[in-house]
């Protein structure tokens, strides 16, 4: 039998392939790596400033061939992406905080519901 090549159809409920979600590969929930939310937001943290870097890196690359470019401020306000995870990471830091002030005070945390910013 041939081994198998995983292609989109793989990710449909009833394709028959677990892609590699067996037991050989279970993790209980006290074992996954982002198991701490502010775990999580220094790795979207990271990855937003990851993909800042790349927006940079072409933008110098098309003005070294001589072509023009918008620039990297204006990529990053259009950019819905990177808005949606700038947005996640501050509603999730917001969360974090009521939660600290939360459990040092009898009051109820305050809820913040962000919107996205609209592009200039």
């Known amino acids: ?4 090549v995983h292609t989109d159809e793989c990710w449909e409920p009833d394709s028959g392939c677990d892609m590699g979600r ?3 590969y279970a993790v209980s929930s006290n074992q996954r790596p ?3 939310p502010r775990m999580l937001i220094a790795e979207l943290k990271k990855l937003s400033r990851a ?3 790349l927006l940079e890196a072409g933008k110098d690359r098309i003005e070294s061939y001589g072509g023009t470019c918008d620039s990297v401020e204006q990529m990053e306000r259009g950019d819905p992406h990177l808005n949606a995870a700038r947005i996640a990471i501050e509603a999730a830091e917001i969360e974090l905080r009521n939660q600290k002030s939360a459990n040092e005070t009898d009051e109820p945390p305050m809820r913040m519901h962000l919107l ?3 592009a200039p």
């Open 1 to 4: 039998m041939a081994e198998h």
């Open 22 to 24: 067996n037991e050989k």
């Open 116 to 118: 996205p910013r609209p």
């Open 51 to 53: 993909y800042v870097r």
């Open 34 to 36: 982002f198991s701490d």
